[in-house]
């Protein structure tokens, strides 16, 4: 692909550093957004415990959250077998781990795999559609007060018909950056990601690298989400008055997959348009049970023809909502804010909501907002290890673009937008979780309503997707399973092939589920 040699630099620099610096966090996972099915175990520990975890921004900061998210005993849980270093390294452990006796170095790395098979049997029912991707992931610290993680994955995949619509229309997987052709109809591409946590203070926390966040305590996140694909960004962390306040400045750098420059040289690779991005999150942990969220985003305009930035000194104001006052909704600067909410109902049940706004005109309506509401169930009705989920999301047509109409200055990164991952419309998602021992079952419901413009009026298209998987959890130190699903859509929506309006995908799956990617849309 076009940034190949990139790749392969940053497989090398990644090599290194994870060999250098890496740790065992006593977190059960990685510190990446989590896979949303297994990630579950963790989100029920937290709305177990009076904990000062503020969990509306993910990735946690493990300095501040190690001490009240638990690993997961699998030797106590699975006594049935018996105590052999094979097994172990199998079942149990990091697939490398050092840990010299000094303890002030560990390093444990594992791979990335995701070795999918499968067959669409609406549209392709002849073919044969499959994932291969392979990678490396690494964390480790030095000392008490240094983290670090790392990732590299390489890709080869052949999708189900909808997603191929996608990648040739958009130029990009979701999540996972441009590609290149693979074969005939096959797609080739590449990612990398990784970062710097330092403990700078005991209530400031730095993190330098290259990767996303999201902001919400529901599957989707209206304000920021990990749905884009990775981006060099700093983010500083503060918690004050017994970690009951958590301050976050995030400052990105985003890319719109557009020529940087009006003039390209001969021989030379093309460049793509830069634009910088600050976020601002406050929580407030108001009590045991009830936190809330202040949000505000702001993609600054893009560089001018030659890619140069003109970034204003408010660019690095970390004053949560002051550039707000400063250049209001309607400015070429494009600015997203917001607010989230979550409330405990005893150990079990969290209710989550998020409202956005982001301008106050629009052509397509009067203003451009959306607005979230949810309802999180763990042990539901007394079954151990049931998790239920139901969200409702609706988003107004025109959020998120500029109120310029430039599509440059829209809140988006490598064409994909930074936040609700449909864009707009109405959705529903319901979601259901049971794992017994090492077995699990998920299922995935989404309906979507998306308004699209036509000649005679406004018609509502629709997204209907059923995702359900059965599978056994071989290793959960990195998430290593094995399971078999089906997928099932159905769709109204002139953005893809007509005649692609059905997709009946099942699949086998062996894979490490790290991280989320969104393929429901």
């Given at each position: 692909m076009h940034c190949k040699k990139i790749h392969n630099y940053t497989f090398g620099l990644c090599i290194f550093f994870s060999c250098v610096f890496s740790f065992e966090i006593s977190a059960q996972f990685y510190n990446f957004p989590s896979d949303n099915s297994f990630s579950v175990l963790t989100e029920k520990q937290l709305a177990a415990k009076d904990s000062a975890i503020h969990g509306g921004i993910k990735p946690y900061v493990h300095f501040f959250s190690s001490k009240y998210v638990q690993v997961v005993d699998t030797h106590r849980l699975f006594k049935f077998i018996k105590d052999d270093p094979a097994i172990d390294l199998v079942f149990y452990k990091h697939f490398i781990r050092v840990e010299p006796k000094t303890e002030k170095f560990k390093l444990r790395l594992d791979p990335v795999l995701n070795l999918e098979v499968g067959k669409d049997f609406s549209n392709n029912p002849s073919g044969r559609l499959y994932?291969?991707?392979?990678?490396?992931?690494?964390?480790?610290?030095?000392?008490?007060?240094?983290?670090?993680?790392?990732?590299?994955?390489?890709?080869?995949?052949?999708?189900?018909?909808?997603?191929?619509?996608?990648?040739?229309?958009?130029?990009?997987?979701?999540?996972?950056?441009?590609?290149?052709?693979?074969?005939?109809?096959?797609?080739?591409?590449?990612?990398?990601?990784?970062?710097?946590?330092?403990?700078?203070?005991?209530?400031?926390?730095?993190?330098?690298?290259?990767?996303?966040?999201?902001?919400?305590?529901?599957?989707?996140?209206?304000?920021?989400?990990?749905?884009?694909?990775?981006?060099?960004?700093?983010?500083?962390?503060?918690?004050?008055?017994?970690?009951?306040?958590?301050?976050?400045?995030?400052?990105?750098?985003?890319?719109?997959?557009?020529?940087?420059?009006?003039?390209?040289?001969?021989?030379?690779?093309?460049?793509?348009?830069?634009?910088?991005?600050?976020?601002?999150?406050l929580s407030i942990n108001f009590s045991r049970s009830f936190n809330i969220g202040f949000f505000q985003g702001m993609v600054w305009q893009a560089g001018d023809s030659r890619n140069k930035q003109h970034i204003d000194w408010q660019y690095f104001n970390p004053i949560i909502y002051t550039n707000l006052m400063s250049y209001g909704l309607d400015n070429k600067n494009n600015i997203i804010t917001g607010l989230d909410a979550k409330l405990k109902i005893g150990n079990k049940v969290n209710v989550y909501s998020q409202l956005m706004l982001d301008k106050t005109k629009s052509d397509s309506t009067s203003a451009a907002w959306g607005w979230q509401a949810g309802l999180n169930y763990f042990d539901a009705f007394g079954l151990k290890n049931l998790f239920l989920q139901f969200e409702y999301n609706n988003v107004k047509r025109g959020s998120y673009s500029s109120s310029v109409n430039t599509s440059d200055q829209s809140y988006s990164h490598y064409n994909q937008n930074l936040a609700y991952t449909p864009g707009y419309g109405e959705e529903f998602v319901l979601i259901a979780d049971y794992k017994v021992r090492r077995f699990f079952v998920n299922l995935r419901y989404n309906y979507q309503d998306i308004p699209q413009n036509t000649i005679s009026g406004t018609n509502t298209n629709y997204v209907s997707m059923i995702n359900a998987k059965v599978g056994y959890l071989i290793n959960p130190s990195y998430n290593l399973n094995i399971c078999l699903g089906i997928l099932y859509r159905t769709q109204k929506n002139p953005i893809f092939n007509p005649l692609n309006n059905q997709v009946n995908y099942i699949y086998l799956g062996f894979k490490t589920s790290l991280y989320n990617l969104y393929y429901d849309f």
């Open positions: 994932c291969n991707t392979r990678g490396l992931i690494g964390s480790g610290y030095v000392g008490d007060n240094v983290y670090f993680e790392t990732m590299v994955v390489e890709n080869q995949s052949f999708l189900p018909s909808y997603l191929s619509d996608y990648a040739n229309t958009s130029s990009v997987i979701p999540g996972q950056g441009r590609w290149k052709q693979f074969k005939t109809t096959g797609y080739d591409y590449a990612f990398s990601s990784g970062f710097v946590s330092v403990q700078a203070l005991k209530n400031l926390n730095i993190q330098v690298g290259h990767g996303k966040q999201k902001i919400g305590n529901g599957y989707r996140s209206l304000l920021l989400s990990d749905n884009t694909l990775n981006y060099p960004y700093t983010r500083f962390t503060q918690q004050w008055f017994k970690g009951k306040v958590q301050y976050t400045n995030i400052y990105a750098v985003l890319m719109n997959l557009v020529s940087a420059s009006t003039i390209v040289n001969p021989n030379t690779e093309r460049l793509f348009q830069k634009k910088a991005a600050s976020f601002q999150y």
